[in-house]
Nanobody, 122 residues
Framework: QVQLVESGGGLVQPGGSLRLSCAAS????????MGWYRQAPGKERELVAT???????NYADSVKGRSSISRDDAKNTVDLQMNSLKPEDTAVYYC????????????????WGQGTQVTVSS
């Protein structure tokens, strides 16, 4: 099994910046795609950004140009740098990882973290 733990959330003023981090641990053979989702109260969970093993990235239109996702395969971590934050960025942010637990199977599973709260307010 794989566990994901997010950190770095908190309260920030509009226009400010925040860096979210996520560390994977447990039984891991390899990690493929990684990403971040968010969910605001009363709204559906939405994709924020993803990054592949090759480093290819994809961003939601709402954060494109002011956010950056990165990963460190040696540490099994993925980060999300967010700049020029807006009140509408307020949500619980979740990290995800597609992982294979053993070298004897090609099966991959999508794992989710517990989430970290980001609040943008003056």
């Amino acid at each position: 099994q794989v566990q994901l733990v997010e950190s770095g959330g908190g309260l920030v003023q509009p226009g400010g910046s925040l860096r979210l981090s996520c560390a994977a641990s447990g039984s891991i053979f390899s990690i493929h795609g990684m990403g971040w989702y968010r969910q605001a109260p009363g709204k559906e969970r939405e994709l924020v950004a993803t990054i592949s093993r090759s480093g290819s990235t994809n961003y939601a239109d709402s954060v494109k140009g002011r956010s950056s996702i990165s990963r460190d395969d040696a540490k099994n971590t993925v980060d999300l740098q967010m700049n020029s934050l807006k009140p509408e960025d307020t949500a619980v942010y979740y990290c995800t990882a597609e992982a294979t637990s053993t070298p004897y199977s090609s099966a991959t599973y999508l794992y989710w973290g517990q989430g970290t709260q980001v609040t943008v307010s003056s």
